[in-house]
């Protein structure tokens, strides 16, 4: 466990050093369980995100994109079942299955079931029983769990006000899911895309939760994006391609370099589903503090299409042309957290050397092993020598060449050995050094990150070269 745990602590450390993700607000101390990416961690994340987006849009034919607004109308999260509770509630809430109650409306677990739970959270005195049993309050969630904890004041959303005046009729909040705004858009999608069932509406964007136990680092923060497809289909069909979607999203895991050693399927015991959950599965990533999800997958039913058209007045059903019926379309969804599947990719890749890897024994190296694909940076141009003219007017031209087509950077800075590595840390597949022989044959040195094998390739061919690589 501690050697997992110093892990973590390395990887956190080593992507703040690379300007991958930092605390938020840093000149003031860092604001806990907020984070930025920084230069590199940027490049990163806009790559997953395209991945997932070609992902979806491209490789589906019955799928279309939308970008919807983090501000709602109150009314959508009243449907949703989010207020349901109301503001001023005291809340108890389920460690297990994350649901939230008045604890008056739970039943009160037996003697035996306390000494019980008691027993396999630690206690052992029957002094400490005793308080634990007279100081707690004890209630017994619908899927069997014990909650303990006293009741508070909660509501998941973030609320904030429209207009000048701060008053009860003005408050909105910040989306608490992006599947909302999915939602919403429904028939204007479908229409505008001539859409038939079975087809797809996917968003990227932000969502934000009051989590009340944020961490560890980016894996659960109060704000977070999320990919999501909300797919619809013929009631019918539901199971069938719940089964599709566990699948193909597995894959989307799998093709862009995570081991499949390191995933597994979740299934969620029907006792523990959301309100609006027919089935729920999770595809959970091996974390350094063990199997955690990274997206949902859920048979959401008719319960959001119908409680929308119930609110709202506005039908949201569907004409089935081929045979002739109207329904309330199922809801499959996928829903990724992008900063927690980011994190995901960046410990997979993170390998350590403790014995140097560029020549350079006995020093600490690091390498990010990251697909291609999310690579930040794809190739760096590098003049073997800083102060030789002829290298570095053919290394600009080759540099300004290369950075239309890739995201290329230029370094002169240092050895090559220190470049290499500095690269590695990146997790750049390819490394150009234009040296003396460059200038007489007009090929350069391609090295490798992964084998570090060094090709001579023609500066002609040097783009066709890393397009046929990328692939
Ligand atoms: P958890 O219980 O692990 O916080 P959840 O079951 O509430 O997650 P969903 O509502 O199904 O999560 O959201 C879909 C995905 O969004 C999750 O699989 C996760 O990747 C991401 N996600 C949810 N909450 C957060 C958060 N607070 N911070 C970062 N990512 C999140």
């Not at 006000?161 to 910040?174: A, K, Q, R, W």
């Not at 997206?295 to 042309?321: A, C, M, P």
């Not at 090559?416 to 022989?437: A, M, S």
Request: charged share 30%; aromatic share 12%.
């Amino acid at each position: 466990m501690k050697k997992e745990q110093n892990k973590m602590e390395k990887i956190v450390a080593f992507l703040k050093d690379n300007g991958f993700i930092n605390l938020s607000s840093e000149p003031y101390g860092g604001f806990s369980s907020s984070y930025d990416y920084g230069v590199y961690g940027v490049e990163i994340k806009n790559n997953l995100k395209q991945a997932w987006w070609n992902e979806m849009t491209k490789h589906h034919e019955d799928i279309v994109g939308i970008d919807s607004a983090i501000l709602m109308s109150p009314r959508v999260w009243e449907a949703s079942g989010h207020l349901s509770a109301g503001f001023a509630d005291e809340l108890v809430e389920c460690k297990s299955c994350h649901k939230r109650f008045k604890a008056d409306e739970l039943e009160i677990p037996s003697l035996e079931e306390k000494i019980k739970k008691l027993k396999k959270d630690g206690a052992v005195g029957i002094n400490e029983m005793d308080i634990e049993l007279n100081t707690k309050i004890w209630k017994k969630c619908s899927c069997g769990e014990l909650i303990t904890d006293l009741p508070k004041k909660f509501n998941i959303m973030m609320k904030t006000f429209v207009g000048p005046i701060e008053s009860d009729t003005n408050v909105v909040y910040l989306r608490g899911e992006a599947c909302q705004g999915i939602y919403m858009n429904f028939l204007w999608a479908k229409n505008s895309a001539r859409m038939k069932i079975p087809f797809g509406i996917c968003q990227i964007g932000k969502a934000f939760r009051n989590e009340i136990t944020p961490g560890p680092f980016t894996f659960r923060t109060r704000e977070f994006e999320q990919m999501d497809l909300q797919f619809f289909v013929k009631p019918d069909d539901a199971d069938q391609w719940f089964e599709f979607w566990k699948q193909a999203r597995i894959n989307f895991y799998i093709n862009l370099g995570i081991s499949k050693d390191h995933l597994r399927f979740h299934d969620h015991p029907q006792n523990k589903l959301a309100h609006y959950a027919k089935k729920a599965c999770d595809i959970e990533y091996l974390f350094p503090w063990g199997w955690s999800e990274i997206e949902g997958i859920h048979n959401r039913s008719d319960w959001d299409l119908g409680n929308h058209s119930k609110f709202s007045g506005t039908d949201l059903s569907y004409f089935d042309q081929e045979i002739k019926e109207k329904y309330t379309p199922y809801i499959i969804e996928t829903s990724a957290g992008c900063d927690r599947t980011l994190l995901a990719f960046l410990i997979e890749a993170f390998n350590e050397f403790e014995n140097g890897r560029n020549n350079e024994a006995n020093n600490v190296e690091y390498l990010l092993k990251l697909n291609y694909q999310l690579s930040p940076v794809k190739v760096a141009v590098m003049p073997l020598l800083k102060n030789k003219e002829g290298l570095q007017v053919k290394a600009r031209e080759i540099y300004n060449t290369l950075k239309f087509e890739f995201n290329t950077k230029f370094d002169d800075n240092g050895s090559i050995g220190k470049r290499y590595r500095r690269q590695d840390e990146l997790g750049t597949p390819w490394c150009i050094t234009v040296d003396f022989d460059t200038l007489e044959d007009n090929c350069v040195t391609v090295r490798n990150r992964d084998t570090m094998l060094q090709a001579r390739v023609k500066i002609v061919d040097l783009i066709n070269y890393i397009k046929t690589h990328l692939c």
